[in-house]
């Protein structure tokens, strides 16, 4: 019998072992979910991009496409090796260029080589829900200029040969030239899905700083919810916050873009850092 427990026992400890191990060993996938959004740079060089305040196609006369542009800016500049021009520096050359809002890709390029910039981003808001769990849809499209060349950290000649074997952004159809976004990215984020609020809670837990303050609105939230001054009320605040919600969901928007075109360009296309 003694013999027996000592084997159950060796047993369980192998088990154990064995679990760690593999817990060890696991690269990227189930931690990379647990993570919130983290925007990486494919870039070498710096670029100067744009962003264009977004088309409101969501339904709601409460969502505001110049104050995500914004949030999505703000995105942008944390990111190495970017750098953005002020959404309302934008907004003036559109007004210059009287252009109220892009109809065309050939619209996209006028303003981007009017701005001097190496990209820029337009996109639109597809969902709207403030109220909790909130909900955004974005769909974001970027435009590379191709005559800002000579800033490019890969010629842009060889964005047609990219191992993923991706299109140019400009391509001849009939006879004409079409013009293409480079790259893209869609999402729509809903906090009731249980991906989104782990990725939201991953990413409010990182940024600190966001407690609630003696406002009556909190007090409500905190009394019906059953809240503590001592709880991490950072991700309350996240989905009781329209504005948190959408600074968490630029950051998921400009990651999901920079994957994006880090598949299109591929590996083989990135230069080391000087």
Known sequence: MRQDAMKSEQVMLSLVVLLLLLGGCTNGPWIQRQAGPQPQTVYADRVLWAVVPLRNESGSSYADGLKIADRLTNTLQTVDQIDVVPVNRVIAVMEALELLELRSPADVMHVARTLGVDGIIVGTVTAYDPYDPPKLGLQIEFYLNDQQSQFQTVDVRKLTQAATGAASQNARVGGRQVIRPFSLATAMLDASNPVVR???????????????????????????????????????????????FTDYASHELVERLLQDQSQRLGLSQRRPHR
Request: proline share 2%.
């Open 198 to 244: 782990q990725r939201l809670a991953a990413f409010a837990a990182g940024r600190g700083g966001q407690k609630p303050g003696s406002e009556s609105w909190w007090r409500y939230v905190a009394v019906n919810r059953g809240l503590l001054a001592k709880d991490d009320t950072d991700w309350h605040l996240y989905r009781i916050s329209m504005d948190l």
